[in-house]
């Protein structure tokens, strides 16, 4: 347990760390949130086509440019709590935005002149469809959940780590314990959400079932502001990403002059001394950049060194800094294929799960169809501790690395099962079309048709899949993002990977109508119709494989062009027991 610590001689004198002290209300504040936010934002995509009688396409459009704006919003946030608010006024905004966005879209389903009429009807073309007014209320409710994810993902977190002195071994053992307990409730969260939360929603009552999680946000809103005397606040230091556009413009301007032919001794080299970015080491990569760093003789520097005006001559340092940016956007490019693979296995698996028998066994409980996503998230966590304990250290034999392989290859393993998972997927899909106009056709669904006699179950192999596959790809990206990124851009580097997810979901939406107007009129028919038994939604799974496909090449070389960061030296703020430099193999 870490007592409450006065700040050491290198810290801000005013901070008074309470580390574990402020758990409870940061950790239950988390808790809570996962539950509310997965608890109502995982089923939405049933509550659109059964209470909203949105047309499938129509829904899983919404839905991925919810999730698209959601993901995209993370960047904002991470600029606005940086350079102006700082994170305990940006997560208190974001997270009373969040319970208010539940609050309108439980409202939708408890007021009935906010939602249409119940459809019972075997046509979904014939069921009365929303007003303008109901959408909007809707999208309302939306946009509010967009502003709070924006600025509880990239703010929460680092939050945590604002209140352990990390100068004291004290402090440095608190904030471990405090990782792992962090993505342990998490976790716990997210799986409650997804099992109880949802049989609620999808079996009892949608007003109960979202009325549920609105009020453990609310409780996550109490807890925040609960530890309000006792947090550490840290005052924003203004974006990094200032210092990218200052080489850029500064390039921009001197871009008619000549680069000097042995440019590592003649450009401007000054590095500020409280700078917190680690020394790095001239690359030739990306040379038109370096003519920011040119000296001329209209420019002049302060007394301490730096150059009077930042706009017009940079440093080498900044320079570098900038190319680590430029360098990771080819790796970062290439998840959005594998993103939008993923995004399947969240919308028309959820689909297929409703059109196949979801009893288990002879009882007759039936798995919520936006349940089986818990299968994925099981199939991480189980495999974690496999890799970690004992596929490591096989592979450290054998290859002689740390960690086994590298965080790049890493990736290209994760691409890999991702194709994987969409042949499985389209398997599974054939299997369940052809049992369904059989003699064991379990039921007619009035709104979407036959319900196939094949059990549910058979989509867990594509869906743990998924898991092993984000253990690889998503686990190696954060990891990728944290040690390229300058020191400074980390929160930038945060914010990357849910960028990647973002571009993905309008990419997913944009491939869905594609092939839905594509193939309406083409003779093997509509690929993604209302009801699957009539559609080929195999054949859009194989698409995406080949995507993948074409995905997993382009990585490949942009893997192999790649140089990972080195470090020559480091500034004083770090000791040198503390420097890793080494070029690991892709």
């Known amino acids: 347990m870490e007592k409450s610590e006065e700040a050491g001689a290198d810290s ?135 502003i709070g994810a924006s600025g509880i993902r990239p703010c929460n977190l680092a939050f945590g780590a604002d209140q352990f002195n990390p100068t004291t071994e004290s402090g440095k053992k608190g904030l471990n314990s405090f990782f792992n307990w962090w993505y342990f409730t998490g976790t716990v969260a997210m799986m409650i959400a997804l099992t109880l939360v949802i049989y609620v929603q999808s079996d009892v009552s949608w007003a109960l079932g979202l009325a549920i999680p609105t009020f453990l946000m609310f409780l996550a809103c109490v807890l925040f502001f609960m530890g309000k005397r006792i947090y550490v606040k840290v005052e924003p230091k203004g974006s990094p990403m200032k210092s990218v556009m200052q080489v850029i413009v500064a390039a921009a301007r001197k871009r008619q002059l000549k680069l000097p032919e042995q440019p590592w001794l003649t450009l401007f080299s000054h ?18 950049l370096h003519k920011g760093a040119i000296i001329t003789p209209e420019d002049q520097t302060s007394s301490g060194g730096s150059a009077a005006n930042p706009w017009r001559l940079c440093s080498i340092q900044q320079v570098e800094e900038v190319k680590c940016l430029m360098r990771v956007i080819p790796i970062w490019a290439s998840a959005i294929i594998y993103y ?76 890999f099962l991702s194709i994987v998972t969409m042949l499985v997927s389209a398997f599974v899909e054939q299997q369940r079309r052809s049992l369904a106009p059989s003699e064991l056709t379990l039921r007619i669904d009035p709104r979407r048709g036959v319900v196939s006699s094949m059990s549910g179950l058979w989509l867990i192999p594509q869906l743990t899949l998924v898991g092993v596959s984000e253990a690889f790809t998503v686990i190696a990206q954060v990891e990728f993002f944290y040690k390229q990124f300058p020191e400074s851009m980390r929160s930038i580097a945060g914010s990357f990977s849910f960028l990647g997810v973002a571009v993905s979901s309008y990419l997913s939406s944009f491939l869905v109508s594609m092939v839905h107007r594509t193939t309406a009129g083409a003779a093997t028919g509509n690929w993604l119709p209302e009801d699957l038994n009539k559609g080929r939604l195999d054949y859009f799974y194989y698409l995406v494989a080949a995507l993948g496909v074409i995905n997993l090449g382009y990585f490949l070389i942009s893997a192999n062009w790649y140089k990972y960061k080195e470090n020559v030296c480091i500034t004083q703020e770090l000791p040198m027991d503390r420097v890793e430099s080494e070029k690991p193999l892709v």
Not at 271 to 288: A, E, G, H, M, W
Not at 399 to 405: F, R
């Open 12 to 146: 801000e004198p005013n901070f008074r760390y309470r580390g574990i002290k402020a758990m409870p209300f940061i950790i239950g504040n988390e808790t809570f949130e996962k539950l509310g936010t997965v608890g109502t934002s995982s089923n939405l995509l049933v509550y659109l086509t059964t209470v909203f009688n949105m047309k499938s396409i129509r829904a899983v459009t919404l839905i991925n440019i919810f999730y698209g704006t959601t993901n995209l919003g993370t960047l904002v946030g991470a600029f606005l709590c940086d350079t102006y608010f700082g994170r305990y006024k940006t997560l208190a905004f974001a997270t009373v935005a969040s319970f208010m966005g539940m609050l309108v879209i439980t409202l939708t389903a408890i007021v009935s002149k906010l939602h249409p009429p119940h459809c019972e009807t075997e046509h979904i073309g014939s069921c009365i469809v929303p007003t303008r007014w109901q959408i909007a209320f809707l999208l309302l409710g939306f946009g509010l959940l967009v």
């Open 340 to 415: 939008s693979a993923l995004s399947q296995q969240q919308t028309y698996t959820v689909f297929q799960a409703l059109q196949s028998n979801r009893h288990l066994g002879p009882s007759n409980f039936k798995i919520p169809a936006a349940s089986y996503s818990i299968f994925s998230m099981l199939g991480l966590i189980i495999w974690i501790p496999i890799y970690d304990q004992i596929m490591v250290p096989l592979l450290q034999k054998i290859t002689g690395k740390e960690g086994g392989i590298t965080v790049l290859q890493k990736m290209g393993v994760g691409m």
């Open 271 to 288: 590095v500020p001394s409280n700078c917190i970015n680690s020394k790095l080491p001239y690359t030739d990569q990306f040379r038109f």
